[in-house]
């Protein structure tokens, strides 16, 4: 950087004052010579300080833009930060709800725990009350069962007298069943004429072979009914209920009809002669009549 021209007239300036002023002498040139040398020294000191103050503010600026493009980094950082602390304070929000509504969650869990608490002391005492039942009972079930064992040999005492009689009736079924046949033989032919119709000689017990099967006849005899050849199918039995009817019409009546050739009469006798058997001897298209009614 040069001598200005302000600066050069103001130096010739003092030169000449200093000139006329004191008519100088050569060392007082040679001083003037110095100091002016000096002060250019100065100057050309100055004018580096100067450049190197140039420099500095040249760098200065440099680290001020710099500083500049750090300091806007550093404001869209914060402008993020605020972002994310808004959205924090959103979720912290969010965050104190929730858990506010938890704790009234827990507070109502703990309202139902204190009761389950609470049923739980109940269910142990009625558990208690229940074990002390289930011990009684234990005790009495052991009592039932040796009451049930001595039941149960009275039974088979039972069972086994009720299989003697069963026997005995048995015995006695078949005696008075024959008789029962005896007296039809000697009755139903006369009944039958009196009552029918039918015109029957001899009643006995007859046997037939219907489908690979033995069917006993008790009383069958061959006849005939205003000249048609018919033949009896009767049954003889101390007493006579609807099922007994049913049972001798799908047995017996009913095959021995398909095997003969003539017309089929079915009869029953017996001493006792229920009602549903006359109702069912009469939708099955039967005849049935008591022991007693024989000889009318």
């Keep these: 950087m040069g001598i200005t021209a302000e600066l050069y007239e103001f130096i010739v300036k003092v030169v000449e004052e200093k000139v006329r002023e004191f008519r100088a002498t050569r060392e007082e040139l040679d001083a003037l010579r110095k100091a ?42 914060v402008q993020r930060l605020a972002e994310a602390q808004a959205k924090a304070e959103e ?67 039972l069972a086994e007298a009720v299989d003697a009689l069963r026997k005995e009736v048995g015995r006695l079924s ?60 009767g049954e003889a039995k101390s007493r006579l209920y609807g099922p007994d009817v049913e049972r001798f019409y799908r047995r017996v009546y009913a095959p021995v009809s398909k095997q003969v050739t003539a017309r089929a009469v079915g009869v029953l006798i017996g001493y006792l002669v229920h009602p549903s058997a006359k109702k069912k001897a009469e939708e099955l298209g039967l005849y049935i009549l008591s022991a007693y009614e024989g000889s009318r």
């Design 174 to 233: 078949e005696a008075v069943g024959f008789g029962l046949e005896d007296i039809a033989r000697v009755v139903l032919p006369g009944w039958l004429f009196r009552h029918v119709g039918v015109e029957v000689e001899e009643l006995r017990r007859e046997f037939f072979v219907v489908e690979g099967e033995e069917v006993e006849v008790n009383l069958y005899g061959e006849g005939t009914l205003k000249g048609e050849k018919v033949v009896v199918v």
């Design 36 to 77: 002016v040398e000096k002060l250019v020294d100065a100057h050309a000191k100055a004018e580096e300080r100067l450049s190197r103050l140039e420099t500095a503010v040249e760098k200065l600026a440099e680290a001020q833009a710099r500083a500049e493009e750090r300091l806007a980094r550093l404001e869209e950082a």
């Design 91 to 157: 979720r912290l929000g969010r965050l104190e709800e929730a858990y506010a509504k938890a704790e009234e969650r827990l507070s109502r869990l703990e309202a139902v725990v204190e009761k389950l608490v609470e049923a739980h002391a109940r269910a142990e005492e009625r558990l208690t009350k229940l074990e002390e039942a289930v011990a009684r009972l234990e005790e009495a079930h052991a009592k039932a069962e040796e009451r049930l064992t001595r039941l149960e040999a009275a039974v088979e005492k």
